[in-house]
């Protein structure tokens, strides 16, 4: 089963610990590693192969869906800015990586894309060092759905 599909069925199944809430368009999770803390992905549901299958009113909503939960992730950090990226070519599945950046980064990596930062020794996502963070994203996203 290819990745992506794979989190949304332990998300709809309750089973997915990473899941901060669940969408219009999808799930808000956070990332397997927090290198950057507040990572989160937006996978859609249902599944799709690429932005481009969603119809006009699908791909608002999920364009909508991404820009609030970087809205909430740089409220719940207190990040400088965040980068948003959809790529596709190692999962080949919808998905959107949503990644604070901070002044605090090492200058090398700061102004550079995310990939050139160490993914395997990263920081993996843990629910005793990062559960209060993917908590305060939720109740950020929460009022903001709620606000409309």
């Known amino acids: 089963m290819p990745l992506i599909t794979e989190r949304v069925a332990l998300a709809r199944n309750g089973a997915n610990d990473k899941v901060i809430c669940?969408?219009?368009?999808?799930?808000?999770v956070m990332?397997?590693?927090?290198?950057?803390?507040?990572y989160c992905?937006?996978?859609p549901d249902p599944v799709v192969a690429s932005l481009?299958?969603?119809?006009?009113e699908a791909r608002a909503?999920?364009?909508l869906d991404m820009a609030r939960l970087g809205d909430?992730?740089?409220?719940?950090?207190?990040?400088l800015r965040m980068n948003y990226e959809i790529l596709g070519n190692s999962e080949p599945e919808l998905?959107?990586?949503i990644f604070p950046r901070y002044a605090s980064e090492p200058e090398d990596k700061r102004k550079m894309p995310v990939w050139f930062y160490d993914w395997k020794t990263a920081i993996p996502y843990a629910e005793?060092?990062?559960?209060?963070l993917r908590n305060t994203i939720a109740q950020l996203l929460k009022s903001a759905m709620e606000a409309g």
């Not at 669940?22 to 808000?28: C, Q």
């Not at 005793?128 to 209060?132: L, R």
């Open 31 to 38: 990332g397997d590693v927090q290198f950057l803390p507040g």
């Open 41 to 43: 992905l937006l996978l």
């Open 61 to 63: 909503i999920y364009l």
């Open 128 to 132: 005793d060092q990062h559960g209060e």
């Open 22 to 28: 669940r969408m219009a368009s999808g799930w808000a």
């Open 52 to 56: 481009n299958d969603l119809d006009a």
């Open 95 to 97: 998905h959107c990586h």
């Open 72 to 79: 909430a992730v740089l409220a719940a950090t207190g990040a």
